[in-house]
């Protein structure tokens, strides 16, 4: 009788033993999926980002010669006097003059993180910024760094703790949404900071 009890017992101890590998498994495999999903979401906002730029300045070029004109403006930074007000008015300048700028709208993380580590659009990347530079009022960038410090503070957060950058900016999209847009990400962070002191002003799961 006690043998039967003990081979009853062993059999739901494995049992539960699979079902909480099981379990496991599942979690991985969800965490590998809500990582692919939130780089393909990025990516595609980032990709779409750059096609409407793209397709603008070719419909402001109009595939006349003032395009090769424009393109050798945004090289030397010497300004094309053939082109019109209204026409250069809605071009999008293909580098910046001013080095130590931040893009207008991130629309991605992973553009975000791109412009700290290595800028955009010719520019001078964020995290190599100055004093004097972050803090400069012109453009709204002091308020725009200082804004999306609170991104790169979790990202590089994050890093260190071992996570590559395109995992921690999907472990952020699990904490606060897969398709959460960048300026409520933002927010949420921001909010956190003063509901997790404990935690060092993180989310418990970017801990």
Same mark, same amino acid.
């Given at each position: 009788?006690?043998?039967?009890?003990?081979?009853?017992? !062993? =059999?739901?101890?494995? +049992?539960?033993?699979?079902?909480? &590998?099981?379990? @496991?498994?599942?979690?991985?495999?969800?965490?590998?999926?809500?990582?692919?999903?939130? =780089?393909?979401?990025?990516?595609?906002?980032?990709?779409?980002? /750059? !096609?409407?730029? %793209?397709?603008?300045?070719?419909?402001? +070029?109009?595939?006349?010669?003032?395009?090769?004109?424009?393109? @050798?403006?945004?090289?030397?930074?010497?300004?094309?006097?053939? !082109?019109?007000? @209204?026409?250069?008015? $809605?071009?999008?300048?293909?580098?910046?003059?001013?080095?130590?700028?931040?893009? *207008?709208?991130?629309?991605?993380?992973?553009?975000?993180?791109?412009?700290?580590?290595?800028?955009?659009?010719?520019?001078?990347?964020?995290?190599? +910024?100055?004093?004097?530079?972050?803090?400069? &009022?012109?453009?709204?960038?002091?308020?725009?760094?200082?804004?999306?410090?609170?991104?790169?503070?979790?990202? $590089?957060? %994050?890093?260190?703790?071992? +996570?590559?950058?395109?995992?921690?900016?999907?472990?952020?999209?699990?904490?606060?949404?897969?398709?959460?847009?960048?300026? /409520?990400?933002?927010? /949420?962070? &921001?909010?956190?900071? *003063?509901?997790?002191?404990? $935690?060092?002003?993180? *989310?418990?799961? %970017?801990?």
């Amino acid at each position: 009788m006690n043998s039967q009890i003990n081979g009853a017992v !062993m =059999n739901i101890e494995y +049992f539960q033993s699979i079902l909480v &590998r099981l379990n @496991q498994l599942e979690q991985l495999v969800n965490n590998h999926a809500a990582r692919s999903d939130a =780089n393909i979401v990025d990516m595609r906002s980032y990709i779409n980002q /750059k !096609m409407r730029v %793209l397709n603008n300045n070719i419909r402001v +070029f109009g595939g006349s010669i003032e395009g090769s004109f424009r393109a @050798q403006e945004a090289n030397t930074g010497r300004q094309l006097h053939r !082109m019109n007000t @209204q026409t250069m008015s $809605s071009i999008e300048p293909l580098q910046s003059t001013n080095m130590a700028t931040l893009s *207008h709208n991130p629309r991605s993380l992973i553009e975000l993180w791109r412009e700290f580590q290595f800028g955009v659009d010719g520019r001078k990347p964020a995290s190599h +910024f100055t004093t004097r530079e972050r803090n400069n &009022r012109t453009g709204g960038i002091k308020q725009k760094f200082y804004r999306r410090k609170i991104i790169w503070d979790t990202v $590089s957060h %994050l890093v260190r703790s071992g +996570f590559t950058a395109e995992g921690a900016i999907a472990k952020i999209r699990q904490v606060y949404g897969q398709h959460t847009s960048v300026g /409520k990400i933002i927010q /949420k962070i &921001r909010r956190d900071r *003063h509901i997790y002191n404990e $935690s060092g002003g993180y *989310h418990p799961n %970017l801990v």
